[in-house]
């Protein structure tokens, strides 16, 4: 009897949930020939009808799942979470449905393995796969004591806005060979000291907007990668971001090209690396521009990745054996820094950098943790950490560089390793550089 009960309970809230639909459909005017999906409001399912308990004690998976499940294929539905705290296995989204968790209400990924499905590329809180018209919103928070939090995988049309992620034990938001993603409003809180605690990773995915966002996280924030096609029109703008690893970064999986992204207006702060290229399996980059952004950056223990570089271009083989991808037209403008490591330009033999433009720089540079410098940091792969003094820029490999109206300030704190050397480049693998007002100069405090 007892086991009855909860199918019971399907079944008479399903008999409840159904007369909207009908109502909606009944007062549909039958003559008007227009998508339903155009001109109706949603479909509201709430998951306390399903069953769920928002206790944060005992599973709410079955219930959230039932009403995931009761929403018709056909028409936008969205499930609603009200105040409480809703404890869940892995969930799967489907076509049209909206997750909207209310400000009050908290999705608590589970904490057991047996919680998450076998196929370890599958272990997220929230899984969307193969859907199209899907998203997450409604001011609440998805917390993932658990694996990944979010996870859209070949999906179309995802929406992700007004929502609050934290503490994911790996990657927060993965957004894996999509088309048309726009993730808005969207604010993700990681363990600073945790690694692989990315922020968002796009992989393989065309047409991404990411705008008002606010990463606070461990490692890489916002991380576009290529492993099985490429990746094409990536906007992000109006964030805010605190990592510590790269706040932006293009790789390190690079199998694919990477072609029109544009970063606008963002704030990086306390970051160990700020921009990022780190290209190491053969994939091309072009057409990247950075704008409108202020940097800070410093170094933090040596066992994290970056080395306080507020820019870091870099294409080599990560083996031996790997292929080497070029990067090509990347503008970095309107930018201030103030860093404690110079900027790194680096191609590989086989890898060109060509045709990049630093214009409106203000570069500063000054020390203030006691971490030693005096390291250029190829990793993963490649040559790793080499011994090399610090400089403004350090380039190589390179064909076409312009630099117009960039200000390099060096303060002079007490500096056993050399300092203030605005430009370090091997003749031989550097070509073609012009500088247009570019000034270098030592400030005492
Ligand atoms: C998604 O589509 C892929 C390729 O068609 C298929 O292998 C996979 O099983 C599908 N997954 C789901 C959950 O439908
Ligand atoms: C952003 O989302 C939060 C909830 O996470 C909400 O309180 C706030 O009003 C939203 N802001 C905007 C501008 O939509
Ligand atoms: C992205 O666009 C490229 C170029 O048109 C295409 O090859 C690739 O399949 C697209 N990716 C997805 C996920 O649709
Ligand atoms: C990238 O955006 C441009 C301009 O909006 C568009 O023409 C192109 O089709 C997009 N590429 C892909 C692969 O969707
Ligand atoms: C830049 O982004 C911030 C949010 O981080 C926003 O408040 C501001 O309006 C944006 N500035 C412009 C010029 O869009
Ligand atoms: C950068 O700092 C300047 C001066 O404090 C400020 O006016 C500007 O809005 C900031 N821009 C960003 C993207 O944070
Ligand atoms: C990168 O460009 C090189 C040179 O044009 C080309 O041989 C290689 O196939 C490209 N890589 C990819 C992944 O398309
Ligand atoms: C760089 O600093 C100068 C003043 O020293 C200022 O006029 C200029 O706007 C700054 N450029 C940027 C991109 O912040
Ligand atoms: C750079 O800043 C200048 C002055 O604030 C502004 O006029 C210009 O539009 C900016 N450029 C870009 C690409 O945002
Ligand atoms: C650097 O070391 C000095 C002397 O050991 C210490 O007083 C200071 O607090 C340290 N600074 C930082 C930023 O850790
Ligand atoms: C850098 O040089 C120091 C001594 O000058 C040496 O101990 C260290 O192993 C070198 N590091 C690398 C990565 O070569
Ligand atoms: C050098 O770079 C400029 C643009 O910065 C370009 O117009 C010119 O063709 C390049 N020259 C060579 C020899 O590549």
């Not at 969205?78 to 296995?89: C, E, I, M």
């Not at 990657?171 to 809180?189: A, R």
């Not at 190829?378 to 610090?390: D, I, K, T, W």
Request: net charge negative; glycine share 8%.
């Amino acid at each position: 009897m007892v086991t009855l009960l909860p199918q019971l309970l399907t079944i008479i809230t399903l008999l409840i949930s159904f007369p909207p639909i009908q109502s909606i459909l009944h007062t549909s005017p039958p003559t008007i020939e227009l998508p339903i999906s155009a001109h109706s409001p949603p479909l509201t399912l709430c998951v306390s009808d399903f069953g769920a308990t928002g206790d944060g004690i005992s599973y709410d998976t079955v219930a959230i799942q039932s009403a995931i499940d009761a929403c018709p294929s056909t028409i936008p539905c969205h499930v609603t979470f009200p105040r409480g705290t809703y404890l869940t296995a892995t969930i799967r989204l489907k076509s049209h449905v909206i997750l909207n968790i209310e400000e009050d209400a908290i999705l608590l990924g589970g904490a057991e393995i047996e919680d998450y499905p076998k196929d370890s590329s599958r272990w997220y809180v929230v899984l969307a796969e193969n859907a199209s018209d899907v998203g997450i919103t409604g001011g609440g928070v998805i917390d993932g004591q658990g694996p990944r939090l979010v996870g859209f995988l070949s999906c179309k049309n995802v929406n992700v806005w007004n929502v609050r992620l934290r503490e994911p034990a790996y990657w927060c938001l993965h957004i894996v060979s999509c088309e048309n993603t726009d993730i808005y409003n969207v604010s993700i809180y990681g363990d600073f000291n945790t690694p692989n605690n990315d922020g968002i990773d796009i992989e393989d995915s065309n047409n991404t907007v990411i705008t008002r966002c606010k990463i606070d996280t461990g490692d890489d924030a916002i991380c576009p990668k290529t492993y099985t096609g490429p990746l094409y029109n990536l906007t992000v703008t109006d964030c805010w971001i605190r990592t510590k690893s790269s706040a932006i970064k293009l790789g390190s999986a690079s199998w694919f090209d990477f072609k029109s992204l544009v970063f606008d207006n963002i704030s990086i702060v306390d970051s160990h690396r700020g921009l990022a290229l780190q290209i190491r399996d053969g994939g091309n980059v072009s057409d990247i521009t950075f704008s409108n952004m202020n940097i800070s950056t410093r170094y933090y223990d040596p066992s994290w990745w970056g080395r306080a570089e507020p820019i870091y271009v870099t294409t080599c083989p990560r083996y031996s054996n790997s292929l080497e991808g070029s990067i090509s037209n990347l503008r970095f403008i309107n930018i201030t820094a103030n860093s404690e490591n110079g900027v790194f330009l680096s191609g590989s033999k086989h890898g060109l950098l060509h045709n990049l433009k630093f214009i409106n720089m203000n570069l500063s540079y000054k020390r203030w943790t006691n971490y030693s410098g005096g390291l250029v940091d190829y990793r993963p792969g490649c040559q790793g950490l080499v011994n090399h003094s610090a400089a403004g820029i350090i380039m190589e490999h390179m064909k076409g560089l312009e630099v117009e109206n960039v200000n390099m300030r060096w303060y002079d704190d007490d500096q056993t390793e050399r300092w203030n050397n605005p430009l370090d480049f091997r003749p031989s693998t550097v070509t073609n550089i012009s500088l247009f007002n570019f000034h270098s100069g030592l400030y005492k405090q």
